[in-house]
Nanobody, 124 residues
Framework: QVHVVESGGGSVQAGGSLRLSCAVN????????IGWFRQAPGKAREGVAG????????YYSDSVKGRFTISQDDTKETVYLQMTNLKPEDSGTYYC?????????????????WGQGTQVTVSS
């Protein structure tokens, strides 16, 4: 069974930075994707960043490109989301998710294992 555990998050003023961490035990797959999603109150969940375990190819939504960076550690089972130049519209619950297989990690609908979420609040 795949487990996904997020950590990090918190409150920051606009222009500040935060780092989220996600630990996933996806070693049952030969290749997997780990992605970050967010959901603001009253809005649909959106994919913001994803990374492939084999070649570290990254994917970003247009709303965070140039401000957020996703990376993985040497084990490839811990992924970080470094968020800089945060804006109030970045506020919401951030979820980490994973899935196995060879399809693009930018296919946000394909993720199947989810964490519980962590709150990010950006004040103006």
């Amino acid at each position: 069974q795949v487990h996904v555990v997020e950590s990090g998050g918190g409150s920051v003023q606009a222009g500040g930075s935060l780092r989220l961490s996600c630990a996933v035990n996806s070693a049952t797959y030969s290749r997997w994707c780990i992605g970050w999603f967010r959901q603001a109150p009253g809005k649909a969940r959106e994919g913001v960043a994803g990374i492939a375990s084999d070649d570290a190819t990254t994917y970003y939504s247009d709303s965070v490109k140039g401000r957020f960076t996703i990376s993985q550690d040497d084990t490839k089972e811990t992924v970080y989301l470094q968020m800089t130049n945060l804006k109030p519209e970045d506020s919401g619950t951030y979820y980490c998710a994973s899935r196995g297989g060879g399809a693009s990690c930018g296919l946000w609908f394909s993720y199947s294992h989810w964490g519980q979420g962590t709150q990010v609040t950006v004040s103006s």
